[in-house]
């Protein structure tokens, strides 16, 4: 069985990686001839808006995910029609990922908590928008944003106008900055006959929009609860199938989402050794409708990203229970190259080895 | 880098699993086109002793290593010599598991007890082997043995007769048949640097000469002394890089070695999800100089081989904890397809699941 990739990245890497014990083939589409997921699954080269490719893609596969979201909903919809083939997650949840206002409407209509915000389509709208959720605040792409990109925070009205002319010109959302106590995420699985099984709620730590380190399971059983109920309500609204991610921010005990992610998601790595079942296996099994495994933590973990430059393999080698995953990629100023995972008995213990490393390993962030 | 794999079956397969995540690249030879390597990573396509394809391998990579030991030692000599790559683990341990002989004087050398034994290569020296080692015996090809092909338990004489018709023409070994309580390996790896790390003790079952059910950790910490000793023995004899097993049957709390294999084991696939490294990840790191990962076990851990048959997908994946293992081989009887693994909290529990999956899986074997 054929699973096409939408994006050969390193989720689309990891997913095919997962997936071989399974006994699944793979078939990626990327544009770039060196993609990761590519060195490890055959590549068909081209743009994500070649819906012929596209079209090839989905005939040669018995099921079409990605890892990736911003593929044109349109083209997708163009090159699955007749195909034979399914595509999950469902388009819906990805046209609504795309866009944050369609996002923030979904989470106000599923009753999940949210930040205040305003669409943003002209000098005007902004001007409004200032007023109404006021400053300081955080002004965004509607479309096409990831890791931080297409994002301007907004502290006073010379930075918005700075902000706007820098992002006006394509549809825009002014949304309220939240003075958060810490970030999280809860990454969970659906598969199309209803069973649904979520992870442990993750901690996570960002640095110039781009996640620097995920700890889980992380905070009170309340917040899980919380966290898993609103996922849950996300999952059946779209009779979802595949993996799911929500990013909250954390505010005196309260959770405000911040965005949705149809796919497996940064955050949910330390899941490969430090749950019964990967996220990404999940993802593949929730996607074929096959039985999901356990989401159960097998201890304490800490993810660490490695962002442009990756720390020397000996150095990391030898540090005893230090996962390594190189994604094959070539570093680059602000680029996500690989990451490693360790996972402890305790998080009292974990922590302690994460302020050890991030010090040693001189990946530019430290542990509050 | 490039690691050249000579055999593309699923330890191949599974090497190249374990070593995407480190950044490595691979390249099999094999001469089954849908070879299970062949799927997860290039192969080139051919004879194990055509010594050109052999040398275009080693032109292509950092290192050489085998996924199978009846590699023509001369050829890969030859193929090796000027090619730039280095050849891991080391040609002579691959001649020494190649030939019976050889490995018996080579563990009486390094005083590791096996059985009684006599080379046969004439029905006078059958004769001469019966009356010094008695019977019952096994009498096995010096060569080209695995998975009990090329063996024959001998009772009595008229069964030496017949043993000796089916068997003889190909130089022979006579060994004492043993009533063993049971038998074990012992997995460990070693890099040219000198470090050595030793998994825990494998407790195996065979049936027809075929490896069924592994169980680990096992036995007695003496045991597991005395077996990581003749393993470090025979790791520092060959000066070796990579991992190499050995087999023991166990006898009233003896241990009598029975063979070796200078490659990752049958009997360690449980150490992918029920050890901190996998014995493929230390296999990479072994002959690549890198820091061996931690050997030690996650829990207790049963890996029971799919033989001929593969359970069906949704029946295996709704047990939770169970891990699958499917090496895209078309079923075959007698062919090795896949094998699944578990990992529990208390040796009882492991053994109480393993009962109840035998049962269910019908995979024709029962736990004593």
Redesign the interface.
């Known amino acids: 069985m054929t699973v096409g990739v939408l994006g050969g990245g390193q989720l689309g890497?990891m997913l095919a990686?997962s997936g071989?014990?399974?006994?699944l083939?793979f078939l990626c589409l990327d544009p770039a001839v060196d993609a990761p997921a590519g060195?490890?699954?055959p590549l068909l080269r081209g743009a994500f808006t070649d819906t012929r490719l596209l079209r090839r893609l989905a005939r040669r596969c018995e099921v079409v995910t990605f890892d990736w979201e911003n593929v044109s909903v349109a083209t997708l919809r163009s090159a699955m029609r007749g195909s034979g083939a399914r595509l999950a997650p469902p388009l819906p949840a990805l046209a609504t990922g795309q866009d944050r206002v369609a996002e923030k409407r979904l989470f106000e209509r599923l009753g999940i908590p949210t930040t205040r915000w305003q669409a943003v389509d002209s000098r005007d709208d902004l001007e409004r928008a200032l007023r109404r959720v006021g400053l300081p605040g955080v002004l965004k792409t509607r479309r096409l944003g990831y890791d931080g990109k297409g994002q301007a925070v907004v502290r006073d009205a010379p930075a918005a106008a700075a902000a706007w002319e820098r992002l006006g010109g394509v549809p825009l959302l002014y949304e309220e900055w939240v003075p958060f106590d810490c970030e999280v995420s809860i990454i969970g699985a659906r598969r199309r006959s209803g069973e649904i099984a979520v992870y442990p709620l993750c901690g996570n730590i960002h640095s110039g929009g781009v996640l620097r380190l995920t700890r889980a399971p992380w905070g009170a059983p309340r917040l899980q609860r919380l966290a898993a109920g609103h996922l849950r309500r996300m999952l059946e609204h779209f009779r979802y199938s595949g993996v799911l991610t929500i990013e909250f921010f954390v505010r005196g005990g309260r959770l405000l989402a911040n965005e949705l992610a149809p796919r497996v998601h940064n955050s949910g790595h330390w899941t490969i050794e430090g749950a019964?079942t990967s996220q990404f296996e999940n993802h593949l099994?929730a996607i074929l409708d096959?039985?999901l495994?356990?989401t159960a933590a097998?201890g304490h973990a800490a993810m660490i990203n490695f962002i442009g430059h990756m720390p020397a393999?000996?150095a990391l080698?030898?540090r005893?229970?230090l996962?390594?995953?190189?994604?094959?990629k070539q570093p680059r100023p602000g680029r996500k190259i690989?990451h490693c995972c360790l996972v402890e008995t305790t998080a009292a213990r974990r922590d302690a080895r994460v302020r050890r490393l991030l010090a040693e390993l001189a990946v530019g962030i430290t542990l509050p």
Not at 20 to 23: I, K, N
């Open positions: 890497r990686l071989y014990p399974l006994g083939s060195q490890v699954a019964v099994r096959l039985p495994g356990s097998l393999r000996t080698l030898s005893p229970g996962h390594l995953h190189d994604y094959g690989g």
